[in-house]
C-alpha cells in the first residue's frame, strides 16, 4: 500500500515557476514509477511526466516537454515536479501517481493516487 500527499500548488502569473512536491509513506517507495497527471474543469486527466523507479528514465507530454522537470529522492520518498514558464492553460489540479510495474502515460494503469494539488496560472 501506497498513500500519496501532494503539495506545493498555488495561485502563480504567466511565466512564473512552481514545484510540486509528493510525499509518498510505505518502505517500497523506490519500486514504483511515479508519474504526474493534471485535470482541468470539464477536461479529461492528463499525462504530464514519469519517471522510473531509479530515476534514470523520464517521460513529458508534448505540452509541457521543456518546461517542467520531474525529479525524485528515494531517499525522501518524495517526487517532485519543477515547473517553468507556466502558461494559464497548465492551470488544472495535479495528482501524484505510482505504478508498480515501469511507467506509463494511461491514468487507467495507475496502482495509486493522491488527491491532488490546485495549481492556478493568471495572464
Known amino acids: 500500500q501506497v498513500q500519496l500527499v501532494e503539495s506545493g500548488g498555488g495561485l502563480v502569473q504567466a511565466g512564473d515557476s512552481l514545484r510540486l512536491s509528493c510525499a509518498a509513506s510505505?518502505?517500497?517507495?523506490?519500486?514504483?514509477?511515479m508519474h504526474w497527471f493534471r485535470q482541468a474543469p470539464g477536461k479529461e486527466r492528463e499525462f504530464v511526466a514519469a519517471i522510473s523507479w531509479s530515476g534514470g528514465s523520464t517521460n513529458y507530454a508534448d505540452s509541457v516537454k521543456g518546461r517542467f522537470t520531474i525529479s525524485r529522492d528515494n531517499a525522501k520518498n518524495t517526487v517532485y515536479l519543477q515547473m517553468n514558464s507556466l502558461k494559464p492553460e497548465d492551470a488544472a489540479v495535479y495528482y501524484c501517481a505510482a505504478r508498480r510495474v515501469g511507467a506509463t502515460t494511461r491514468a487507467y494503469e495507475l496502482d495509486y493516487w493522491g488527491h491532488g494539488t490546485q495549481v492556478t496560472v493568471s495572464s
Open positions: 510505505g518502505r517500497t517507495f523506490s519500486k514504483y514509477a
